[in-house]
């Protein structure tokens, strides 16, 4: 389900997820530099035990002199001492690092009986400058630096007094908690704090806008079709709220499209009824007054009768065909087949169906076409329809012994084709509305012309497929002109 939860947990809003992100970041950062720092750190604590006790070692040494010959003597010595200063462990090694003797208050035994001399004559040649140095201690396992050594003087074979101090000195371990602990926890709080800050920032500036945001979806959701993000921000944010905006407006554009169409559909059907009701009842009239009174008629009253029928029959059928037309152009069911033809001819050939009209109207009909005639790329059928409805209109509006003017003119790549005739003319204010399916013009209802209102609103289509539109010009009493342009044939290719 995409379902918009209007309460987003905070674990999974992007500030928790940015502030945690911070504070991991800070805290590894604290913990490396520590780290780093606790190198150095520990390099001085070795540096300056040693030298502190450097002395130690020598002072154990001249005191053992006089006694190193005698081991028991040696030991008990060892052992006082050991026992005088808790926490130090002495040692007598020989020149290749073997235990003689040990010493210790504390529980402790040797673990190594030998170890490796070397580092400790470093220690006790060298100077202050190569330390700290570190020795193996013979009761440890780990490397151990709190010690002091010297060479016992004056001894028959090299002996050396070693001593380690427990807790001697400073407390590595203690003085790096004294040091850093401090520090760690300072630098987890500073994390925390600007994790905090950034937060507080994030959801002031970012998360409010996006849970803005969210709020006006939902309320579109719900059907709200008017909500617009006020976020007019250049960023990602700003970018989301633009397209949602213009979806919006999409979709209230569409939805008042749709009512329009719903509406002018519905319009559509009243006034087919009506326009399918008006003959109907005038046919209907005719008959029943032919039914009732059969007796009574004469001959020529029948026949005025008959002709009404007749002629009320045939508007039928010419609506209905009209109107057939319309829907099929709705639907968009009528597909062009273009071909190449000689619009001239076409017009020639469309005219001939009037011929029996405009002899009887004594009309003047006159051409104007382009010499010699070159073949334009429509579907012949169609046009014919569009050249049948101009002229029939151009006919009908024109009175007895006017003229109409047949023209087709290069204008590009197109022919252009007009007609104009010297009728009645068509009124500035409704010239926009000629077009509009059923719509005639007051003149027309006055001077009884016949018509369905939806020739115009055909041919306008017809020529919309093919990208073509038709143009009107006309004035009250001076006539109208139509016209429209078809691409000229450009040969196969
Ligand atoms: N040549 C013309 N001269 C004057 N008025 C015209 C002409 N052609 C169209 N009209 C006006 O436009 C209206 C719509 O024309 P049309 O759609 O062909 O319907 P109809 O011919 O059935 O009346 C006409 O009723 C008329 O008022
Ligand atoms: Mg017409």
């Known amino acids: 389900m995409n379902n918009v939860s209007s309460h987003v947990s905070f674990f999974r809003t992007l500030t928790f997820k940015l502030s945690a992100v911070l504070v991991i970041f800070f805290s590894i950062n604290g913990i490396a530099l520590v780290l780093w720092?606790?190198?150095?750190?520990?390099?001085?604590?070795?540096?300056?035990?040693?030298?502190?006790?450097?002395?130690?070692?020598?002072?154990?040494?001249?005191?053992?002199?006089?006694?190193?010959?005698?081991?028991?003597?040696?030991?008990?010595?060892?052992?006082?001492?050991?026992?005088?200063?808790?926490?130090?462990?002495?040692?007598?090694?020989?020149?290749?690092?073997?235990?003689?003797?040990?010493?210790?208050?504390?529980?402790?035994?040797?673990?190594?009986?030998?170890?490796?001399?070397?580092?400790?004559?470093?220690?006790?040649?060298?100077?202050?400058?190569?330390?700290?140095i570190d020795v193996e201690i013979p009761t440890s396992d780990d490397l151990e630096f709190v010690f002091s050594a010297a060479e016992i003087p004056e001894a028959?074979?090299?002996r050396y007094a070693m001593i380690t101090f427990l807790g001697g000195g400073d407390d590595p371990v203690l003085s790096f908690w004294d040091k850093y602990g401090a520090l760690l926890i300072r630098t987890i709080l500073f994390s925390l704090a600007i994790a905090a800050i950034t937060g507080a920032i994030i959801w002031a500036g970012f998360t409010r806008r996006v849970n803005r945001a969210a709020s006006k979806v939902r309320r579109f959701k719900t059907g709200n079709n008017h909500v617009k993000i006020d976020d007019d921000s250049r960023d990602e944010l700003g970018a989301v709220a633009a397209a949602f905006n213009d979806m919006v407006d999409r979709v209230d554009r569409m939805l008042k499209e749709l009512e329009l169409k719903e509406r002018s559909?519905?319009?559509?059907?009243?006034?087919?009824?009506?326009?399918?009701?008006?003959?109907?009842?005038?046919?209907?009239?005719?008959?029943?007054?032919?039914?009732?009174h059969q007796q009574e008629i004469d001959g020529p009253t029948m026949d005025h009768k008959?002709?009404?029928?007749?002629?009320?029959?045939?508007?039928?059928?010419?609506?209905?065909?009209?109107?057939?037309?319309?829907?099929?152009?709705?639907?968009?069911?009528?597909h062009i087949k273009p071909e190449p033809f000689l619009l001239s001819e076409l017009t020639e050939d469309t005219l001939a169906e009037f011929d029996h009209v405009i002899t009887d109207k004594k009309l003047t009909i006159k051409r104007n076409f382009l010499r010699p005639p070159e073949p334009v790329l429509a579907d012949p059928i169609r046009i014919r329809q569009v050249l049948r409805n101009l002229l029939s209109n151009a006919i009908k509006f024109t009175p007895p012994e006017g003229t109409i003017t047949l023209s087709t003119q290069r204008s590009g790549d197109n022919l252009d084709f007009t007609i104009s005739d010297t009728g009645s003319g068509i009124p500035q204010d409704e010239l926009k509305h000629i077009f509009d399916s059923f719509y005639r013009s007051r003149d027309t209802h006055k001077q009884k012309v016949k018509g369905t209102g939806l020739g115009l609103t055909i041919c306008q289509k017809i020529l919309g497929l093919h990208q073509s539109i038709l143009t009107v010009d006309?004035?009250?009493?001076?006539?109208?002109?139509?016209?429209?342009?078809?691409?000229?044939f450009a040969g196969p290719e």
């Open 37 to 132: 720092d606790q190198r150095d750190l520990l390099r001085d604590i070795k540096l300056d035990t040693q030298i502190a006790f450097a002395d130690e070692g020598i002072t154990l040494a001249n005191e053992l002199t006089p006694l190193i010959q005698d081991p028991e003597a040696t030991q008990s010595f060892l052992d006082s001492v050991a026992y005088y200063y808790q926490g130090m462990e002495l040692f007598i090694l020989d020149v290749s690092g073997n235990v003689l003797h040990h010493a210790s208050d504390i529980p402790s035994q040797v673990k190594r009986p030998q170890i490796d001399m070397e580092p400790i004559l470093h220690f006790i040649r060298g100077s202050e400058m190569d330390y700290p």
């Open 474 to 488: 006309s004035k009250t009493g001076e006539g109208a002109t139509f016209s429209f342009k078809l691409p000229f």
């Open 306 to 334: 008959l002709r009404t029928i007749h002629d009320q029959i045939n508007h039928l059928s010419n609506l209905i065909g009209d109107l057939f037309t319309i829907s099929i152009l709705d639907t968009g069911q009528m």
């Open 156 to 158: 028959t074979e090299p």
């Open 265 to 292: 559909r519905s319009e559509l059907v009243a006034t087919v009824s009506h326009e399918l009701q008006t003959p109907l009842t005038v046919i209907q009239g005719n008959i029943e007054t032919m039914l009732l």
